[in-house]
């Protein structure tokens, strides 16, 4: 089975700290993404990755950056975190194969709680 | 640019019940559609998908039907358990803009015994 783990399922961090999210892959997926989920609104894409390096934003990629040094490793930076980025983040792989209906792999989520 | 549009909820039903979440999209390209479904407390599960006009996607009970002409993939399912409360998430995914996923904003579904 595909695994895509988050290191971290429940945080609490105070306004202006530098936070780390963290996900791993194990299927030797190309592409890595993560995004956000607000009741209501959906899933939001913030950044994705479709090598190692390499990232291009999604649609809210402001107060956020990312890290892809390794294939299996995707890392999600808040530099400063404010309240209004209190959410429930996901992170998700898969294949760069462009066929029809390509799956996306999700991780568990890490609920980030800004004070 | 491409949307997905699906019906607010909760939407509360008792158990045995016949589900309907509705799905409507709109694409610039052809495009394939999916069900994902969040249990509490998880991430997102493919539960099912179609690739093409008049496919139908069926798993655990579920079922949608790729409908080009009405822009729709319904989501049902004939009898409805406690255990398939959850959140569920319609998308499309369309290869003129990379495959990237476009959701919808989610529908709980709270069946009661």
């Known amino acids: 089975d595909v695994k895509v783990t988050q290191s971290s399922r429940y945080l609490v961090k105070r306004t202006g700290e530098k936070v780390f999210l963290e996900c791993v892959q194990d299927m030797d997926h190309e592409n890595m993404f993560w995004y956000r989920q607000d009741p209501g609104l959906g899933l939001r894409l913030i950044y994705f990755s479709y090598d190692v390096k390499m990232k291009e934003k999604g649609d809210i990629p402001e107060g956020y950056s990312v890290s892809r040094e390794k294939k299996e490793r995707f890392s999600l930076i808040l530099e400063s975190a404010s309240t209004n980025q209190t959410s429930m983040y996901l992170c998700?792989?898969?294949?760069?194969?462009?066929?029809?209906?390509?799956?996306?792999?999700f991780g568990e989520g890490s609920w980030l709680t800004v004070v | 640019g491409n949307s997905v549009t699906q019906m607010e909820g909760p939407v509360t039903l008792s158990e045995e019940a016949f589900l309907t979440i509705n799905c409507t999209y709109t694409a610039t390209g052809y495009p394939s559609l999916f069900w994902y479904v969040q249990y509490p407390g998880e991430g997102l599960q493919l539960l099912l998908k179609?690739?093409?006009?008049?496919d139908k996607g069926s798993n655990k009970g579920f079922e949608a039907t790729y409908r080009k002409e009405t822009t729709s993939f319904h989501l049902e399912k004939g009898s409805v358990q406690v255990s398939d409360s959850a959140v569920y998430f319609c998308a499309l995914s369309d290869r003129d803009a990379g495959n990237m996923l476009t959701f919808g904003g989610g529908t709980r579904l709270m069946v009661k015994p």
């Open positions: 998700a792989s898969s294949t760069r194969a462009l066929a029809p209906g390509n799956t996306i792999y």
């Open positions: 179609a690739t093409k006009a008049d």
